[in-house]
């Protein structure tokens, strides 16, 4: 995928914050946080979303989902977060290369789904 900016990303083709690297996925802080705490778990591994993984990506999804709290706690999230996978154009859904979001802060966050 040699436009996905998340796999240009993972392939050092261009800069990130990171705070996690290993042969299967990456961490780095999101360019536009959303709370004092914000950033992005990406599989190395180009999917498009989540509603393209399958049992083939299994333990990879299992590992980023392990991954996150401790990344969380090293980031100062002592007392929870938020963890977001949009999906698709409902989930509105930007990046097509699939990504947890980690979000939190000093503060509870607010309530995510918005009525009316
Ligand atoms: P979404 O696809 O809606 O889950 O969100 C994509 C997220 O990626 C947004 O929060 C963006 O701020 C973030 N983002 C886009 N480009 C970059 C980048 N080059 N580095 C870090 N975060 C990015
Ligand atoms: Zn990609």
New binding site residues.
């Given amino acids: 995928m040699d436009t996905c ?2 796999c240009k ?1 993972a392939n050092r083709e ?1 800069p ?2 990171k705070i996690y690297e290993d042969e299967s996925i990456v961490a ?7 709370a004092p705490v ?1 950033f ?1 778990v990406i599989p190395k591994l180009h999917i498009d979303s989540l509603a393209d993984a399958d049992e083939r990506h299994r333990d990879l999804l299992g590992r980023m989902l392990v991954l996150a709290p401790r990344l969380a706690k090293e980031q100062g999230c002592n007392d929870g977060f938020r963890a ?3 999906t698709g154009r409902i ?6 290369h699939l ?1 947890l ?1 980690i979000i939190g802060g000093h503060q509870r966050l607010p309530g995510m789904i918005h009525h009316g």
Avoid: K, R
Avoid at 28 to 34: S, T
Avoid at 91 to 96: D, I, K, L, R, S
């Fill in positions: 900016i998340f990303i261009i990130a914050n780095f802080h999101d360019i536009n946080p959303a914000h992005l977001i996978i949009n989930g509105g859904q930007e990046v097509f990504h979001h």
